[in-house]
């Protein structure tokens, strides 16, 4: 059996890797809608925006753990704690990081400020952004689950 295969069927992994895909082509099919233009698929390797690709990961992570190791294994502890710090960080520090880019990019539009940078507002999430995220990587990982790996 070859790596390729290997990764293929393991399902926490192929989870993961959807629940993000999933997330990612989400937000380039609504830049395509926002912009009115193919261009906007670009946000497809984007951070921030709707659904949070963070969020999917880790709730498909410990979907998985859940359904293949049980509540209360190690795995799901781990996977548990690793979303915890995951969410709150897109929610928290890199929300605050966009909100502060927004507020820098306005004082350089207007010319207050001599600094010539260029900066990137979409950073963090809203609450939404992750509860969305969340929803799609633990539909992702029991559908994977009950359709697939079963």
């Known amino acids: 059996m070859n790596i390729f295969e290997k990764l293929i069927s393991n399902y926490t992994f192929v989870s993961i890797a959807l629940a993000w895909f999933s997330a990612q082509l989400a937000k380039g099919i609504q830049g395509i809608f926002k912009e009115k233009s193919i261009k906007g698929f670009r946000r497809i390797i984007a951070n921030g925006g709707m659904p949070s690709s963070h969020a999917a990961n880790v709730s498909a992570l410990c979907t998985a753990s859940i359904v293949l190791y049980g509540v209360s294994s190690y795995q799901f502890a781990v996977s548990f704690l690793f979303a915890l710090i995951v969410m709150n960080d897109a929610l928290g520090v890199r929300y605050e990081t966009g ?45 994977l689950h009950f359709f697939v790996y079963n």
């Open 99 to 143: 909100k502060h880019s927004k507020v820098l990019k306005k004082l350089l539009k207007e010319g207050l400020s001599e600094l010539d940078v260029e900066l990137k507002v979409a950073i963090g999430h809203t609450p939404l952004q992750v509860v969305i995220g969340s929803a799609l990587g633990i539909t992702i990982a029991l559908v």
